[in-house]
């Protein structure tokens, strides 16, 4: 993973910018199946309902 993100940030500086000023993501490991499916789209759509009321 860290060699795809240092050929990213290679190619565009703005990517080099926010990994610099932020660190590197953290990616969260979780267990394949339907359960972790359903819990990755209620995290996207609690934290699309933020942002939407954010900026009204």
Do not use: W
């Not at 240092?6 to 190619?11: H, I, R, V």
């Not at 990616?27 to 609690?46: D, L, N, P, V, Y």
């Amino acid at each position: 993973m860290e060699q795809v993100v240092e050929f990213l940030t290679s190619k565009d500086e703005t990517l080099k910018f926010i990994l610099d000023t932020y660190g590197h993501p953290i990616i969260q490991k979780r267990q394949e199946g339907f359960a972790s499916m359903c819990h990755i789209i209620i995290r996207a759509t609690s934290f699309n309902r933020i942002c939407q009321s954010m900026l009204c």
